[in-house]
Every structure is written in C-alpha cells, then in structure tokens.
C-alpha cells in the first residue's frame, strides 16, 4: 500500500487548495481514507474522512470551508480546502484502513483517535499573506 498526497503550497488567507492522495495496492470500494494534519510540536489532527460507500466526517473546524471526495476508478481521494487561514497552515497527510460496513459513529471515531494502519508523507500547506 502506498498514499502520495500532492497539491500543497503556499496560498492567501481566504483562499482554496485542493489536496489529492493517490493510492496503489488500495481499492477505494474497501477502504476508509481520511486526512490528518499536524504542525511541529503539536498533536496530529484528524480533519476529514470518507469511508468505502462515500459517507463522510468532518472535524469542527473544517465543517462548511473542506470538503472530502473521492474517484474510485482513480484510486484518489481529494480534500477540497476554502476559506483558508493561517490556523489551517500544517502538514496534511492522507491514512486509509481497510473497513467495511462502518457508520457515521465508526468514522467519526477513526478521526478522532487516527486509527489507521497506512500513512503518506505528506505535503505542505502554508496559509501566509
């Protein structure tokens, strides 16, 4: 299994990145995929997930500015980001976890507690004027 996260950078504050993860040896009709960012020195924060049937969670302070997607047939899933500010400025990671079956509580739980068992190496998202 490999996650290759790409679309970070440097954007204004009130602006939008999109933030892709391409997954191999993965299928997407398996797997649960979500989002995670952390800055140095600080706990890994969980920020969105999408399980295998497309129900999504999102954490409160990306609730109405991110929005989570995927195209299976392209093993991708995206992370839409709007209304940036510098507290959204942190590395951003993609995790997935073979799941299937799960609820909207079962999700909500692996964000919180960033129960998965593959990772990628991130990319860089910087919110600065």
């Known amino acids: 299994v490999q996650l290759v996260e790409s679309g970070g950078g440097l954007v204004q504050p009130g602006g939008s990145l999109r933030l892709s993860c391409a997954a191999s040896g993965v299928s997407l009709y398996n797997f649960c995929i979500a989002w995670f960012r952390q800055l140095p020195g600080k706990e890994r924060e969980g920020v969105a997930i999408?399980?295998?049937?497309?129900?999504?969670a999102y954490a409160d302070s990306a609730k109405g500015r991110f929005t989570i997607s995927k195209a299976n047939a392209k093993s991708t899933v995206y992370l839409e980001m709007g209304s940036l500010t510098p507290d959204d400025t942190a590395m951003y990671y993609c995790a997935a976890d073979p799941r299937l079956r799960t609820n909207i509580a079962t999700i909500q739980s692996m964000l919180r507690f960033g129960n998965f068992g593959y990772w990628g190496q991130g990319t860089q998202v910087t919110v600065s004027s």
């Open positions: 999408i399980d295998n049937d497309g129900t999504t």
